[in-house]
Structure formats: C-alpha cells, structure tokens
C-alpha cells in the first residue's frame, strides 16, 4: 500500500461516526416500531373485551379493575386482571384476562365474560399460535367456534358436561384439534369455577 492509500486517523474517525449514528438510528427506530406494536396490540384487545363486557353498564370499565393471581383456576402464573362492569354502582359482571388455556402448540390467551348469575357473555381469543387450519380455528375471526360458548353457565351445562363431544361431553371439538379444544372448555370452565368460588369479592 502506497503511502497515499494508507487509511488516515481521520477517515477512521468518519467511519467510526457513521457507524454511531447508524447504530443510533436503528435503535431510535426500533424503540418507535416497539412502542407503535404494543400500543396497536392494546387497542386491538379493548376492542376484543368490549364485545364481551357484561350488561348495559354506564362506568368506566377499564379504570374499574383488579388484579387477581390465581394460576389454579385462570392458568397463569401471572398477574391476570378482572374488569368490572356496573350500572349506577351496581355490579353486572366481569371480563377476565388473559387466562392461559394450554394448546397443541403454547399458551393460548382468552378473555372471559361472565355476568353476575355465572352466565358467559362471550369468550374471545387474544392470542394463539396454533396450526393453521386445524387449532387456529378457535379464534373468532378463523371460524365462529369459540362463539359457542355464549350464554352458557353451569346452569345449562353441568360441570361433568364441559368436555368434547367425543368423550361423552357437551361441546363439539374442532375437526383435527382436540386437545384445542378441550384445553379450550377446561380454561372457560375452570374461570366460570372461579367466578362462583369468588362470588362478590371480584366486585368490592
């Protein structure tokens, strides 16, 4: 290398310079698509719960929370939060999320609606990463399964009912998908267990 093609102190210096401010950039960059991810993610899921809140309620229903952490009942060994829906003060149920029913292929999150006669309102999918085709077809924009489960309590199914169809239960399971399924009853059956258990401490 000649003399004139020798890398001088101050060319290394630039590139160092380009490189920080590159690295600054796909940091700030990042940071912006997080932040614009989780914010997208909240609204998609208020607009999820409120399909399902309990009741013509007239409060603020997602300042009016609590948080609970039950992992034998609601699946998860995270703090899980109860929303409570209520008229002029008076209480008319609950959503809970996100209860962590076990799938085919990882934790699949629900929210359960129940109003204040242990009656389901709605259960909705939040998040699932099951087999296209097959498991996938519990969330609510893939097929109107999980739509099923509305207006049910234990009044209308007995507790011993809440299995597949297949094994001598209420509910018809989902072609390919089974274990879905039944980890799909279990988890609704377990929080409408769990809303019976707790009765008027959820609304205090």
């Known amino acids: 290398m000649s003399e004139t093609e020798k890398i001088s102190p101050l060319m290394i210096f630039s590139w160092l310079i380009l490189v920080v401010t590159l690295v600054a950039i796909l940091a700030v960059i990042n940071h912006l698509t997080r932040d614009r991810i989780a914010e997208n993610r909240h609204l998609a899921t208020r607009k999820i719960l409120q399909q399902i809140i309990p009741g013509e309620h007239n409060n603020d229903v997602f300042a009016d929370t609590l948080i609970r952490n039950e992992p034998n009942y609601l699946g998860s060994d995270h703090p899980v939060t109860v929303i409570r829906s209520r008229k002029d003060s008076l209480p008319l149920g609950v959503v809970i999320y996100p209860v962590i029913a076990e799938g085919y292929k990882g934790p699949i999150e629900l929210a359960i609606g129940i109003n204040l006669q242990g009656q389901l309102s709605g259960v909705r999918v939040l998040q699932e990463n099951e ?45 390919g998908a089974t274990i879905t399924s039944r980890s799909v009853i279990n988890a609704v059956k377990n929080t409408l267990n769990y809303h019976e258990l707790t009765g008027e401490t959820l609304y205090k």
């Open 131 to 175: 087999t296209e085709g097959l498991g996938a077809q519990i969330h609510q924009n893939k097929s109107d399964w999980i739509l099923s489960f509305t207006g049910l309590s234990f009044k209308t199914v007995p507790p011993e009912q809440w299995d597949v169809r297949s094994e001598n239960g209420y509910f018809d399971q989902i072609s």
